[in-house]
């Protein structure tokens, strides 16, 4: 039985977020071998034999294979790919190189979905400093999931951190999502906007939270194998992604090892606890 709110967006119980959070530790620990893996030779194919072995391996079914055609375990955007893009074995990463890594798993019919990016080597100060910008601004949307506020507070905070670090670009046509017993249900989440509108937030909700930010332009389009989205500059562009949950006491991020305690004390880290 999946209980939705008056907006039709589906409100977990106690027991459901802890089968979430099961599957957003195995995007966690996923994501942390392929950090911990990659290196400067690998190409994108690589780490996603590394990601589907992983997820294989701890009873999970990865949850990008296949949908809607998508034919791999984990998106790989390198360098001036935003995202969505398809992991080949035609070219190895290079020192300097960037990749974003977007990963996500089903485990007892529950999603997780998570993203990280990745320097490879010694990396342009400029490209380090647009990642941690990027990271940032992801933390500063997680934060606004407090019971009571307003959905299109997510992407306020991440706009409003974005615009105070420099002139990057968001792009305006991608973003988060709710997640659950689908990878993406409602509502849609933007990157950007003014504060207190949109649905409340009530305990049980659990949405993506996902911010790409481009070097330059927050002008994308999409290659021609209808996935890759890349930045029209041929700018790079960085990727962060984390999959959370609303409780009363907090963000309680499903897809950080911790559960985001390191970030938000008190709300619970192990494998759900405080999650009502």
Known sequence: MFKKNRHGIQIKSAEQLEKMRA??????????????????????LDLDAIAEEAIRGEGAIPSFKGYQGFPATICASV????????????????EGDIIAIDC????????????ITVGIGEVDPALTELMRVTEEAMWRGIGALRVGGHLSDIGHQVEQYVRSQGR???PQE???????????????????????RGPRFEAGMCLAIEPMVNLGTDRTKV????????????????????????TENGPLVLTALDGGASRFPGVGAGQGESVS
């Open 104 to 115: 996500g798993a089903i485990l007892d019919g529950w999603h997780g979905d998570s993203a």
């Open 79 to 94: 360098n001036d790919e935003v995202v969505h893009g398809i992991p080949t074995g035609n070219r190895a990463l290079r």
């Open 23 to 44: 599957a957003g530790l195995v995007v966690a620990r996923t994501l942390e071998l392929l950090r911990t893996s990659v290196r400067a030779g690998m190409t994108p």
């Open 168 to 170: 990057y670009g968001i």
């Open 223 to 246: 290659l021609a194998d209808e996935w890759t989205v890349v930045t029209v500059d041929g700018r790079a562009s960085a990727h962060f992604e984390h999959s959370v949950a609303v």
């Open 174 to 196: 991608y973003g988060g999502h709710g997640i659950g017993t689908e990878m993406h249900m409602d509502p849609w989440v933007a990157n950007h906007g003014r504060p207190g």
